[in-house]
């Protein structure tokens, strides 16, 4: 393996001035440094990172903080994440809060002990009680993705929620169906809180009520969405169609009607929120309401690394990308009633 000793040979300068040339530790000629850098790509000498961080005061490290890596929605997002950090010379410190606040703190504290320096956040919460509660523990240019937090200044990218819930609820509302449950999301965390308000908007615009029991608890959980969804399918009038508030939701409400023996969607509709990489293999297909996840994630690092690089203050911008409407197969038509006010 290459040494500071062979680089400082090949460049011909003593070896402290070769690590003042690629520390940039002491004074030292372009001229030298030309040689230096040379010598180090000629010889494929790899400078210890972590030392010259604590020189430099530089990390090249950005911190990525998801609520779970293993959702292939917030996978997507890593991976272009991690690629845009490599080309431009940074490293990616990727972590999941499992939607806990208090995890997400910790690793807030973790991070800055990291002296990464830049941050790119799914926060677990939206309300002004938690922005006063992290505000203090962020420290350098940040990035608030798919959510804003109340009282933090910083830049935002996110879905139009509203609008993803208002597409879904109208394109069932469209097949004819008017007892559409939804699996309803987390307090506190506008996501869901605008997933839900759309599927709201939409039934005043036609005229229809919506009823408490169609109202079901998913909390974004896979687990909670499959439990309440065969809760209520036991029921007394179970919904016609299910509207997921996300894609993790959706699988649970899926593996809910199968364990039921329902067909999907010749007995239930379904449509979801975020899409599938592997939406072609499932079984059908789901109709889902999408969000450009690849140009939300490549536009949130692209906006963190200018802010780091010309270290400039956060505006606050809200950027809100338009979602879409993806139809497969898991959503069907009734025949509407003849006194359904919006058949008529």
Same mark, same amino acid.
């Given at each position: 393996?290459?040494t500071i000793?062979d680089?400082?040979?090949?460049?011909?300068?003593a070896i402290?001035t070769?690590?003042a040339?690629?520390?940039?530790?002491a004074p030292?000629?372009e001229?030298?440094?030309?040689k230096?850098?040379?010598?180090v790509?000629?010889?494929g000498?790899v400078?210890?990172?972590?030392?010259?961080?604590?020189?430099?005061?530089?990390?090249?490290?950005?911190?990525?903080?998801?609520?779970?890596?293993?959702?292939?929605?917030?996978?997507k997002?890593?991976?272009?994440?991690?690629?845009?950090?490599?080309?431009?010379?940074?490293?990616a410190?990727?972590?999941?809060?499992?939607?806990?606040?208090?995890?997400?703190?910790q690793?807030?504290?973790?991070m800055?002990?990291q002296?990464?320096?830049?941050?790119?956040?799914?926060?677990?919460?939206?309300?002004?009680?938690?922005?006063?509660?992290?505000i203090?523990?962020?420290?350098?240019? #940040?990035?608030?993705l =798919?959510?804003? *937090?109340? $009282?933090?200044?910083?830049?935002?990218?996110? /879905?139009?929620?509203? &609008? %993803?819930?208002?597409?879904?609820?109208?394109?069932l509302?469209?097949?004819?169906?008017r007892?559409i449950?939804? #699996?309803?999301?987390? =307090?506190?965390? *506008?996501? $869901?809180?605008?997933?839900?308000?759309?599927? /709201?908007?939409?039934? &005043? %615009?036609?005229?229809?009520t919506?009823?408490n029991?169609?109202?079901?608890?998913?909390?974004?959980?896979q687990?909670?969405?499959?439990?309440?969804?065969?809760?209520?399918?036991?029921?007394?009038?179970?919904?016609t169609?299910?509207?997921a508030?996300?894609?993790m939701?959706?699988?649970?409400?899926?593996?809910?009607?199968?364990?039921?023996?329902?067909?999907?969607?010749?007995?239930?509709?379904?449509i979801?929120?975020?899409?599938?990489?592997?939406?072609?293999?499932?079984?059908?297909?789901?109709t889902?309401?999408?969000?450009?996840v690849?140009?939300?994630?490549q536009m949130?690092?692209?906006?963190?690394?200018?802010?780091?690089?010309?270290?400039t203050?956060?505006t606050?911008?809200?950027?809100?990308?338009?979602?879409?409407?993806?139809?497969?197969?898991?959503c069907?038509?009734l025949?509407?009633?003849?006194?359904?006010?919006?058949a008529?």
């Open positions: 393996m290459a000793k680089v400082a040979k090949l460049a011909g300068v402290s070769a690590s040339a690629i520390n940039r530790s030292v000629s001229e030298v440094i030309a230096v850098e040379a010598a790509r000629d010889i000498y400078p210890h990172g972590g030392a010259r961080s604590l020189r430099m005061g530089q990390s090249r490290l950005i911190g990525l903080i998801l609520p779970d890596i293993t959702n292939p929605h917030f996978a997002v890593a991976k272009v994440v991690e690629s845009a950090c490599l080309n431009a010379g940074y490293m410190a990727v972590y999941s809060t499992s939607e806990d606040h208090d995890r997400e703190r690793i807030l504290t973790m800055r002990m002296r990464v320096e830049g941050l790119i956040i799914i926060p677990t919460r939206s309300d002004a009680e938690h922005g006063a509660r992290i203090g523990q962020i420290h350098v240019p #940040t990035i608030l =798919d959510s804003f *937090v109340e $009282g933090l200044p910083y830049d935002v990218i996110k /879905l139009d929620n509203i &609008a %993803a819930g208002r597409i879904a609820t109208e394109h509302i469209g097949l004819g169906h007892r449950a939804v #699996t309803v999301g987390r =307090d506190n965390i *506008v996501t $869901g809180e605008d997933r839900l308000q759309g599927y /709201l908007q939409a039934h &005043a %615009a036609y005229g229809l919506v009823d029991d169609l109202l079901l608890s998913g909390r974004f959980d687990v909670l969405a499959h439990d309440n969804t065969l809760r209520r399918m036991r029921q007394p009038d179970p919904p169609a299910i509207f508030l996300s894609n939701m959706m699988l649970g409400v899926l593996n809910a009607l199968r364990e039921l023996r329902l067909n999907v969607p010749g007995d239930v509709s379904v979801g929120i975020d899409d599938f990489d592997f939406a072609n293999i499932m079984n059908p297909p789901p889902v309401v999408a969000a450009p690849l140009e939300m994630a949130s690092i692209a906006a963190l690394l200018d802010e780091i690089a010309r270290k203050p956060p606050g911008t809200r950027t809100v990308f338009a979602p879409k409407l993806v139809v497969r197969e898991s069907a038509a025949m509407p009633a003849s006194d359904d006010p919006v008529s």
